[in-house]
């Protein structure tokens, strides 16, 4: 099992995936619904950045173009489209007050 673990931990550190933060508009970290297309999920999960510090990290099956999408709970919603490679593409996500308009970055 140990040299399954080493190439796991691997794939983590090295990618392809996605690291990020997700911030509020006053700039605070906040929990909010990250998802990842064209990535699906089998059971319904939800996924989100940690409340403390805003952080998710997904991993992905390969590199390619993503469009990584938070969702508040207010219904604030912010898309971008990364391209990823063989590593990591690190993303910053802010969300703005209810009500306005986010143009998607490129």
Known sequence: VRP?????LD???DGPGIP???LGPDGAPVEAVVEIDPTTTFEG?????RPRDGRFYRA?????????????????????????????????LALAAAGDVIEPSP
């Not at 399954?4 to 796991?8: A, E, Q, Y």
């Not at 999960?45 to 950045?49: D, G, L, N, P």
Request: charged share 25%.
């Open 45 to 49: 999960e939800r996924w989100t950045s």
């Open 11 to 13: 794939r983590v550190l």
């Open 4 to 8: 399954l673990l080493g190439v796991l």
């Open 60 to 92: 992905l099956a390969g590199p390619g173009t993503y469009t990584v999408r938070v969702v508040s709970d207010e219904g604030v919603v912010v898309e971008r489209r990364i391209e990823v490679g063989e590593g990591l593409a690190r993303v910053e």
């Open 20 to 22: 990020g933060n997700v």
